[in-house]
Structures are given as C-alpha cells and as structure tokens.
C-alpha cells in the first residue's frame, strides 16, 4: 500500500512537472515564427584545402553568413572579412583557428550592404582568400 502511494505520488509530482515545461515550449515555438529570414543561394569558391562560401540573409537582422569549411592542411590562424562594392568594409571578432575537418562560420550582421563578397584573412602565411560576391535576395 505504501509503494503504491508513494508510485502514485511520484507520477503525479512528473505529470505536474510536465505540464509548465509543455506550455514554455509551445511559446517558444510560436514566438520562433514571428521573424523569418530569407536566404539567398550559397556561393562558394573551392581554395583546395576547403571551400570558402558566403550566403546573403534578409531579415532581421540581414547581413551576410561567411563559412570556411576546413578539408586538410595545417591548422591555421584566420579571420574573416566582408568588402562590398560601395566600399562598406567589415571584420569579425577576431582572430581565430581552423584544423581540417572543421567549419567555423561568422555572421555579418550589417544590413543590405548591397553586393559584397567574403575574405579569408590567412595570418599564418600572410594572405587573403576571396569568395564570390553575392547579395541579400
């Protein structure tokens, strides 16, 4: 009689437990579909040990997604770079690492800059990688 009350008490604390975690994700969910964003088509440019592709997202915020996605060859230290057209010129945080097998990626949340194109600034050997211009559709 004991284990039954006690099982009975434990099922009802879960099932109570239950019911606010169902109701927050159901908000999360509908506030989820009050902003959505356009991507236009991902433009790479293949830099032999990896692909260096930039996409342009409308939306709020718009701006531009820069992805680097690692296939071999030595760590390096990179950054990432956005130049447009106009003359709008932007970077990243900061300096960072890539190994092969790694993608690592930095939005530039700068609005529609118009047609810009990505850098991949290699700071180990002191050279820059370009992408292919693209714009926010």
Request: with cysteine; hydrophobic share 35%; glycine share 12%.
């Amino acid at each position: 009689m004991i284990i039954r009350r006690r099982i009975g008490t434990l099922a009802l604390a879960v099932v109570c437990a239950a019911v606010p975690l169902t109701s927050f994700s159901a908000s999360a969910a509908q506030a989820d579909t009050s902003s959505k964003a356009g991507f236009g088509p991902t433009k790479c440019t293949n830099l032999g040990n990896g692909d260096l592709c930039t996409t342009g997202i409308s939306g709020s915020p718009a701006g531009y997604d820069v992805a680097y996605n690692k296939r071999a060859g030595a760590t390096l230290t990179v950054r990432f770079r956005l130049q447009c057209e106009g003359g709008f010129k932007a970077a990243d945080n900061g300096a960072f690492s890539i190994s092969a097998g790694q993608r690592k990626s930095f939005v530039f949340s700068v609005g529609n800059k118009g047609n810009c194109q990505s850098v991949l600034q290699d700071i180990t050997n002191g050279k820059n990688f370009y992408g292919p211009y693209v714009t926010i559709p």
